[in-house]
């Protein structure tokens, strides 16, 4: 099946720092890719819709100046915490969309912040 | 929706036992379906999926159930293992293209199988 690489798997960073969240697709092209915010004991919740060459639609309530995301190529996207606070710190996860694949998501395999 | 809550549902198994995980989704309109595995610090690994034209599907030691009507999805895993320890988690999926098809995440089961 298809790869998703995620890098850095775990973050430690002090507050007011800003974080940037690698998200590759390795042996397929990714036109649509999602960021995904995770708390301990709880569901994955949508930050986001990241698509190839245009902007992130963004999911209600989520700070679009707070988590930006770029998805400068077909298979990558990044998502950057700017300056980022103890409340931010969660565990990120990107999935990206293979066409070839139907509809099929595949997830990168998570990224722990953790903001001191 | 915001999946609220701090506990997660658990089930408990015998090894060598069937496991049944159920899922209620809200959404009429979905009509494609996913269940994933999670383990502690990874990303969700998928494991099997079903559309809204079928009510069974079944991949190697797993099937999954569909009922359309009161909107409720199953995971079955048969003779579960050690290894399938994990929250389980299923996802619906809108079909809206304008959205990018984006999945719907259920609030995880954990499952834990005692050898």
């Known amino acids: 099946g298809a790869v998703v690489s995620q890098h850095p798997s775990r973050v430690i960073c002090k507050s007011g720092t800003s974080v940037k969240i690698e998200c590759r697709s390795l042996d397929f092209q990714a036109t649509t890719m999602f960021w995904y915010r995770q708390f301990p004991k709880q569901s994955l919740m949508l930050m986001a819709t990241?698509?190839?060459?245009?902007?992130?639609?963004?999911e209600q309530g989520v700070e679009k100046d707070k988590f930006l995301i770029n998805h400068a190529s077909l298979t990558l996207s990044t998502l950057t915490v700017a300056s980022a606070h103890p409340e931010d710190s969660s565990f990120y996860i990107c999935?990206?969309?293979?066409?070839?694949?139907?509809?099929?998501?595949?997830f990168g395999s998570g990224t722990q912040l953790s903001v001191l | 929706g915001e999946s609220v809550g701090l506990h997660l549902p658990t089930l408990s198994v015998q090894e060598g036992d069937n496991s049944i995980i159920n899922c209620a989704y809200s959404n009429s309109a979905s009509d494609y379906f996913i269940w994933y595995k999670q383990e502690s610090g990874k990303g969700p690994q998928f494991i099997i999926d079903i559309r809204s034209n079928m009510d069974k599907r079944q991949g190697q030691r797993v099937t999954v159930l569909l009922n359309k009507t009161v909107k409720h999805l199953s995971l079955q895993i048969a003779a579960t293992q050690p290894g399938d320890s994990a929250v389980y988690f299923c996802?619906?999926?809108?079909?809206?293209?304008?959205?990018?098809?984006?999945?719907?995440f259920g609030e995880g089961t954990q499952l834990t199988v005692n050898p």
């Open positions: 996802a619906e999926n809108d079909g809206d293209e304008n959205s990018g098809s984006r999945l719907t």
């Open positions: 999935s990206a969309r293979d066409r070839a694949e139907n509809e099929k998501l595949f």
């Open positions: 990241s698509n190839e060459g245009s902007k992130a639609t963004y």
